[in-house]
């Protein structure tokens, strides 16, 4: 029979102790409803006495629909020297009224006497009193933290603690590996060792790891194997230092790699790459491309060899079926590449029986890149390149100069600005315009939208969400050429294009003519999107 895994979420909780992650009150509601919507077990929402935003959390998520999902506040033991009914910390998990209640109190004997001041008789006092008063109303889940340091160092306390809190009548005790230093064997070792010495109490054991040691994934899944219920984590594994244990990963691992166990309540795994993104997107944090499962590197093939084998078996260089988690395959195209990596990314274009083709176009792309050009990030501009090398291209428009002017209009005041003064050829029709913008970049992008916009209206629902800069050949100081990436986007689509030249404006050009022309062909069907860029935009 298989074995049902709880997943508790901490994302809203241990996840914001990371660095440079917040979450406003609506971004902790809006994230919680994902989760739930999601299959998630837990969702834990913060301390209650910690700030006025997770006080109002708990009030306004039990307005919310979260199914199955319930919501726990997450508290400490009483203190010391006090009742637990008149701790402030204990009557502000009482008034979030959430189903479940997390405590976390201490299971290292030197923490207790060298860290809180405690006598050990005293901290086993502190943790049955806490979870008795709570456990009226509540199911409660008690956070051992420190415990595999405490059992390494006292076993027979850490133990100690962990009976008293199952018999003041824990649900659960989850065993913590707070400053992420033990390693897989030593928590299946543990964990095994903890669950014979609790056969005789109806307490279920789960895993709360940090990643410090890069093994919070690999070390929940040996608990699991060893007897653990529930897992904690957060998704992509943010959090404090180096992280938590990735429930991303976690969850993936049990539903498609282990065998034996049960978790969602059956649900797919086909909205976990979504679900990934949408944290990152609402926490304003980079995604990790090359995140295990969800990444956007994770099923990207770029070696001529591996291509060549994922075209004819892609379990080769996939482990499994990128679908099964909602991300997809990728064939990336450089130098490494082979003619198999050109045949995969040319297949909308039917040009996979010309290899006479295929030989330019890997050519062309070699060149390129000894230029500095990197088509990654910028599948739209190597359809174009494709389709300038197989003769097919047709421009909208042609160049016929450009210029920028930029300074700044009051020193003083640091008032800055740039103009942007264009002529371009569309047909036997010459057009001029000028425009201002707030850097150089979009005082361009403003005058060439005032050539092109009478004549092509569909621009109007383009626009441009990122622009990065690099050096390429940083060894040439001042005369280094330069590295432009624009990304794009319309109301369905997102495309990224690349331009390299010495000179920045003019790199800036050149993948800005690129973005224009790919939305053009677009609009007129004589190219298809590329399906991870529209992935995202879906997203």
């Known amino acids: 029979m298989s074995r049902r895994i709880a997943i508790y979420d901490t994302t809203l909780r241990d996840g914001t102790q990371g660095e440079g992650v917040s979450f406003s009150l609506q971004d902790k509601l809006n994230i ?46 009483r203190r010391k020297g006090i009742r637990a009914q008149e701790d402030p910390g204990m009557q502000a998990m009482q008034r979030a009224e959430t189903p479940v209640c997390t405590i976390v109190g201490k299971s290292w004997d030197f923490h207790v006497t060298d860290v809180l001041g405690a006598s050990l008789e005293e901290n086993l006092a502190m943790i049955g009193d806490s979870i008795a008063l709570l456990g009226r109303g509540a199911e409660v889940v008690y ?56 056969a005789d109490t109806p307490v279920q054991l789960a895993i709360h790891c940090h990643n410090d040691g890069d093994l919070a994934t690999a070390n929940s899944l040996a608990a699991v194997v060893a007897g653990c219920n529930q897992v904690q984590g957060t998704i992509n594994g943010i959090g404090e230092r180096c992280g938590n244990a990735d429930l991303v ?22 909205h976990l790459t979504e679900l990934s993104r949408y944290v990152y997107e609402t926490a304003n944090l980079q995604l990790r491309n090359n995140q295990p499962f969800v990444g956007s590197s994770a099923f990207a093939h770029k070696g ?42 040319t297949s909308k274009h039917n040009l996979e029986n010309d290899r006479k083709l295929m030989d330019a176009i890997l050519a062309e792309v070699v060149r390129r890149e000894n230029q500095g050009y990197q088509y990654e990030a910028a599948e739209a501009s190597f359809d174009l390149l ?43 029709q010459e057009i001029f315009e000028a425009a201002e913008g707030h850097g150089p970049v979009n005082a361009l992008d403003a005058a060439l ?26 060894e040439a100081g001042t005369a280094a050429r330069i590295r432009v990436n624009i990304e794009s986007s319309d109301r369905h689509h997102v495309w990224g294009t690349i331009g390299v030249s010495e000179n920045i404006i003019e790199a800036s050009w050149l993948a800005l003519v690129d973005a224009v022309e790919y939305k053009l062909l677009l609009e007129e069907g004589e190219i298809q999107p590329a399906p991870t860029r529209n992935a995202v935009a879906a997203m």
């Open 32 to 77: 919680a409803q994902r989760l739930a919507e999601f299959g998630i077990d837990y969702i834990e929402g913060g301390y209650p006495l910690s700030n006025e935003k997770d006080a109002a959390f708990f009030e306004k998520v039990r307005r919310l629909e979260l199914g199955t999902s319930k919501i726990a506040a997450f508290g400490m033991t």
């Open 143 to 198: 956070d051992a933290e420190h415990f595999f340091d405490g059992y390494k160092a006292n076993p027979d306390y850490a133990l100690q603690t962990l009976r008293t809190a199952a018999e003041a009548g824990a649900t659960w005790i989850a065993l913590c590996d707070t400053n992420g230093g033990s390693l897989p064997h030593e928590i299946r070792q543990i964990v095994g060792e903890v669950k014979m010495a609790l």
């Open 249 to 270: 990963s976690v969850m993936a691992n049990l539903r498609l790699k282990m065998q034996g166990y049960e978790l969602l309540d059956g649900r797919p795994l086909d």
């Open 304 to 345: 001529g060899m591996h291509v060549h084998a994922v075209n004819k078996a892609a379990h080769t260089y996939e482990h499994l079926d990128p679908a099964l988690v909602g991300n997809e395959r990728r064939i990336l195209v450089s130098e490494l590449s082979g003619r198999s990596n050109i045949a995969a990314l």
């Open 386 to 428: 494709v389709k300038r090398v197989a003769g097919t291209y047709r421009p909208h428009f042609e160049t016929i100069k450009y210029r920028i002017v930029a300074g700044d209009r009051n020193a003083a005041l640091n008032h800055a600005f740039a103009e942007a003064i264009i002529k371009i050829r569309v047909g036997d």
């Open 449 to 474: 939208r005032k050539c092109l916009g009478g004549i092509y209206p569909a621009l109007e629902q383009m626009h441009l969400v990122d622009y990065k800069v690099r050096v390429v050949n940083c």
